[in-house]
C-alpha cells in the first residue's frame, strides 16, 4: 500500500534526477556551443538529445503523481557552469573529462536511489532512464579513453 509520504518521497526523488537531468542536457549544449567544431559532436549531441529524453520523461512521470516538476537544475547548475568553465578555458578534453563525471555521479544518483521510488516508478526508472543513463555513460567514458 501507497501512503502519501511514499508518493512524496518519490517525487521528491524523481526531481532530484529531473535536476540532474536538466544539468547534464545544458552541460551538453554548452560544451557543443563553446567547441563547435569538436570532432565529438554527433556524440555530444545524442548525449544532450538522451539527457533532455529523460528530463521529458521525469517530468511527465511528476505531473502523473501529481507532483510540480522541477524547471531548473538548481544546485546542478553549479556543474553545467564548471564544464562549460573547463571547454573555455582548458579545451576538449578537460570539458570531455568533466561531462564523463557528470555521468558518473549521474549512473551512481540513479542505482543508490532507485530503492527510495514507489514500485511502478522504480520499474519506469530501471527499463527507460537507467539503460540510457548507463549508454551516455559508456559512450562518453570511452570518448574520454581516446583522448588518453
Not at 31 to 55: F, G, I, V, W
Not at 58 to 63: A, F, I, K, N, S
Not at 68 to 80: E, I, K, M, N, Y
Request: charged letters at 30%.
Amino acid at each position: 500500500m501507497q501512503t502519501n509520504s511514499t508518493r512524496t518521497q518519490t517525487v521528491d526523488q524523481l526531481n532530484s534526477f529531473l535536476r540532474g537531468e536538466l544539468s547534464a542536457a545544458e552541460s551538453y549544449r554548452q560544451t557543443l556551443a563553446k567547441l563547435p567544431d569538436t570532432r565529438y559532436r554527433t556524440t555530444l549531441e545524442q548525449c544532450a538529445r538522451s539527457h533532455q529524453e529523460r528530463a521529458d520523461l521525469l517530468t511527465r512521470e511528476v505531473r502523473r503523481l501529481g507532483g510540480d516538476p522541477a524547471q531548473t537544475s538548481g544546485v546542478w547548475g553549479t556543474f553545467a557552469q564548471l564544464v562549460t568553465t573547463s571547454a573555455r578555458a582548458f579545451g576538449e578534453n578537460a570539458a570531455i573529462k568533466a561531462l564523463e563525471e557528470g555521468e558518473d555521479h549521474g549512473r551512481d544518483d540513479y542505482q543508490r536511489d532507485l530503492k527510495d521510488l514507489e514500485l511502478d516508478t522504480q520499474t519506469l526508472i530501471r527499463q527507460k532512464v537507467l539503460p540510457e543513463q548507463l549508454r551516455t555513460h559508456s559512450a562518453i567514458s570511452a570518448l574520454k579513453k581516446s583522448l588518453d
